[in-house]
């Protein structure tokens, strides 16, 4: 079975748009802690929810494509990460 680590997984998925946490479609919406606050994403299930229902230009992450236990190690590798 592959092994969870959360960095793994939002290389794979989530990288492409968001490089160093950034956004190269919406500057304003970085993964960055300042932009999480603005927007009222705090913790894990905030950015899982993100994945499950994105606003525009994201790709959406439903279940089939990232199970629940992937997103939750990607949202706790973007809260440490990602300052
Ligand atoms: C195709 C490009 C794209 C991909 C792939 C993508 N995103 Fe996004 N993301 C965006 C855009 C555009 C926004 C701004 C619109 C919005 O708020 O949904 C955004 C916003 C976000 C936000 C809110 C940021 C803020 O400051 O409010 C989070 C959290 C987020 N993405 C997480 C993820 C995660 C986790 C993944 C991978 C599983 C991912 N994104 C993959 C384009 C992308």
């Known amino acids: ?3 969870i680590s959360g960095e793994g ?4 998925n989530c990288a492409i748009c968001h490089p160093d946490g950034g956004n190269i479609i919406n500057p304003a919406k970085t993964l960055h802690k300042k932009d ?3 927007g009222g994403i705090k ?7 993100k994945m499950r229902k994105p606003g525009p230009g ?3 992450f439903d279940k089939k494509t990232v199970p629940d236990k992937e997103a ?3 949202a706790v590798y973007i809260l440490k990460t990602f300052k």
């Not at 997984?9 to 794979?12: C, I, N, Q, S, V």
């Open 36 to 38: 999480l606050d603005a």
């Open 72 to 74: 939750n190690a990607i």
């Open 1 to 3: 079975m592959k092994k």
């Open 9 to 12: 997984e939002f290389k794979e």
């Open 58 to 60: 994201m790709t959406q």
């Open 43 to 49: 913790k894990p299930a905030d950015i899982i929810a």
